[in-house]
């Protein structure tokens, strides 16, 4: 099993990356796991002094849960868990269902940052946009996937996101494989690193 890493700032065009390289394989060939489905409870989550859950801190992630799927696939186990709703009381979550395949992209914010994490990957991917570019997309996805309040958008990008970025994820931007420029457009890069890994499988 291959192994990727991939990471970048919120707004950078992680998901969708991600979503078109998974759109060139088949199921059986490629599994995809997410950091987004190992946070921690709402209620476990650190509070700024303005009364504002952090999700963008390391600790807010269950590490171990995911390090131990991720330790689970790469053994050829299948992993299941509980999908994580971001807190949207209008939507149910399921049980979710990652098999083990010959290519397991990991994702999220911090999987540089953690070392036991990083110590897994074979290959590593820095998605980098802008901070004008990525604050703009954050503030689309805020308001329409998840209904946040401009002024709350705005406030989070400035005490929680920006700070994040800095001090967890382009600290690692030197220690990547390649460095996926998403100012315009990733197709380039997206073609040759499709075309990589389907001569390994």
């Known amino acids: 099993m291959l192994v990727i890493g991939i990471s970048g700032g919120s707004g950078s065009g ?4 991600i979503r078109d390289i998974k759109k060139q ?29 952090n999700f963008d801190l390391p600790t807010s992630i269950d590490i171990d849960g995911f390090v131990g799927d991720i330790k689970k696939l790469k053994k050829g186990e299948t992993v299941k868990r ?7 009381e209008k939507k149910d979550a399921t049980i979710l269902e990652f098999k ?3 290519i ?20 590593k991917i820095m998605i980098y946009a802008s901070s004008a570019l990525t604050v703009i997309r954050r503030i689309q996805r805020d308001r329409i996937e998840r209904n946040y309040p401009l002024e709350d958008v705005l406030y989070r990008y400035e005490h929680h996101v920006l700070p994040a970025f800095e001090k967890f994820i382009e600290p690692y931007i030197d220690e990547v494989d390649i460095i996926v ?5 990733y197709t380039k890069a997206l073609n040759m690193f499709v075309n990589y890994l389907k001569t390994l499988i």
């Open 14 to 17: 992680k998901t969708s990356f």
């Open 25 to 53: 394989f088949a199921n059986n060939e490629i599994t995809l796991l997410s950091q987004d489905e190992y946070y921690k409870p709402r209620e476990e989550q650190i509070t700024d002094n303005q009364g504002f859950k």
């Open 82 to 88: 509980l999908e994580y709703t971001f807190n949207n």
């Open 100 to 102: 083990p395949t010959n």
């Open 104 to 123: 397991l992209i990991v994702e999220g914010l911090f999987i540089f940052h953690h070392e036991e994490i990083r110590n897994l990957l074979d290959f």
């Open 181 to 185: 420029n998403n100012n315009k457009n």
